[in-house]
């Protein structure tokens, strides 16, 4: 029987994989055949004196999964309640990058073995990684406000919107101006941000604790 994260992968995995198997779970297949037959007997640690080739692709493998997996916590314990949302889309960016690297190193394993070239499709891969990158971006900049809707749900810009809106300075001030307080005469102009941004569908809103 082959060997199973939950009792032979290392303390996150063990942790994690029962969430994430669900959406990834060529992770451990990858790993059953690939990786962990490169571990030392017994422990999780890579065999001494690997394959320079061998032991990149096995530490490329395994960080695709560690970013893959923080980003997964901070959604599922809401971390902060979404408030620096763009850190998620930064771990799930730095996933789609791993993954996309775990390939090529294992593309030029094969090759090296097969002496012959072998290419695998990531077309997919590389389009979700063109679309996590405008998040991506944003961590380099102003962080970038969200507003709450009338029963205090974060809502969350949704793929496109830094574009759509100009950048994130404008995304910010216009966010800012629904977060303050009302002015005289302004009641209920949070409100009206929320309903113009939400009717545009700008924003998808962040479930309430204890929802799925």
């Given at each position: 029987m082959p060997a199973l994260l939950a009792d032979e992968g290392d303390?996150?995995?063990?942790?994690?994989?029962?969430?994430?198997?669900q959406y990834f779970p060529?992770?451990?297949?990858?790993?059953?055949?690939h990786v962990y037959p490169l571990r030392s007997s017994g422990i999780v640690y890579l065999r001494k004196e690997l394959d320079?080739?061998?032991?990149?692709?096995?530490?490329?493998?395994?960080?695709?999964?560690?970013?893959?997996s923080r980003g997964f916590s901070k959604i599922k314990n809401?971390?902060?309640?979404?408030?620096?949302?763009?850190?998620?889309?930064?771990?799930?960016?730095?996933?789609s990058e791993l993954a996309g690297e775990t390939v090529c190193q294992f593309c030029l394993?094969?090759?090296?073995?097969?002496?012959n070239e072998i290419a695998?499709?990531?077309e997919k891969l590389v389009k979700v990684s063109t679309q996590l990158k405008v998040y991506r971006n944003l961590i380099h900049g102003?962080?970038?406000?969200?507003?709450?809707?009338?029963?205090?749900?974060?809502?969350?810009?949704?793929?496109?919107?830094?574009?759509?809106?100009?950048g994130g300075e404008t995304t910010t001030g216009h966010q800012c101006s629904a977060n303050r307080p009302a002015l005289a005469g302004e009641e209920g102009g949070a409100e009206t941000a929320?309903?113009?941004?939400?009717?545009?569908r700008f924003a998808v809103e962040a479930p309430h604790s204890g929802e799925d």
């Open positions: 303390d996150l995995e063990k942790e994690s994989w029962p969430d994430l198997k060529h992770y451990e297949v990858f790993w059953q055949l320079e080739d061998l032991e990149r692709m096995a530490i490329l493998h395994f960080s695709t999964y560690v970013s893959l809401r971390s902060e309640d979404f408030k620096y949302f763009e850190e998620i889309y930064a771990n799930l960016f730095c996933a394993i094969c090759g090296k073995c097969l002496k695998i499709h990531t102003n962080i970038l406000a969200t507003i709450r809707d009338s029963n205090r749900r974060r809502l969350i810009p949704k793929a496109g919107l830094p574009d759509d809106l100009g929320y309903l113009r941004t939400h009717q545009a």
